[in-house]
């Protein structure tokens, strides 16, 4: 009830603009009672699986956690409402998936790409950590965009279908300054999907 209190007040309609034109934007989202909450569930995986810690992981969680399930499905149904509904940004509705990731402090980060396998939105929620995240704007070839990955905030960037769209963002994060760990809500395209539900990837 809490949960969904803090989350439906928050108004995504704002960031739409600016998603369109720069393909992402940094927002100042959780309460610190609900990130160190996301934190401690991301954390207790990695400690389950001590092997996929050494350099970091990225994975959907193949242990359910309530908390993680309530929380995806009140960000779910407030994008749905003010972006599906309102604003007609989604062809239909979102069908996210939770993958946790971590990153080991060293860690070089990832070079310039674009997430493929996406559809409509992708939420990447800090829980702790930092790593710079840069976007790089189509027609703004020399500008490249620094996103605010303080802990608390969410990076929502926008992937093939968001708006009828079908264009990938192009993307990078920097070396791991500090051990950082992210909850990462997004909707792999149909064929994937599948093939995505309790895989672990090691990085
Ligand atoms: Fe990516």
Do not use: W
Request: hydrophobic share 40%; with cysteine; glycine share 8%.
């Amino acid at each position: 009830m809490k949960l969904k209190h803090e989350i439906e007040g928050f108004n995504f309609g704002d960031a739409v603009d600016e998603i369109e034109k720069i393909g992402a934007v940094s927002l100042g989202f959780l309460s610190n009672e609900t990130r160190l909450a996301l934190l401690d569930e991301v954390k207790g995986f990695a400690q389950r699986f001590p092997g996929l810690t050494k350099k970091g992981f990225e994975t959907a969680p193949i242990l359910q956690s309530p908390f993680v399930n309530e929380f995806l499905a009140v960000v779910q149904d407030t994008l749905n409402r003010q972006l599906g509904g309102e604003l007609n940004v989604f062809p239909s509705k979102l069908d996210l998936m939770p993958f946790f990731i971590a990153y080991r402090v060293g860690h070089s980060g990832l070079t310039p790409h674009v997430d493929v396998h996406d559809r409509n939105l992708v939420c990447n929620f800090i829980l702790a950590g930092n790593a710079p995240f840069r976007v790089y704007p189509k027609g703004l070839e020399n500008e490249i965009v620094e996103l605010d990955t303080t802990p608390g905030r969410v990076i929502v960037m926008r992937t093939a279908g968001f708006r009828g769209v079908n264009e990938h963002v192009l993307h990078s994060v920097g070396r791991t300054e500090s051990e950082r760990y992210v909850l990462s809500l997004r909707q792999p395209e149909e064929a994937t999907k599948k093939a995505f539900r309790g895989m672990l990837f090691l990085q």
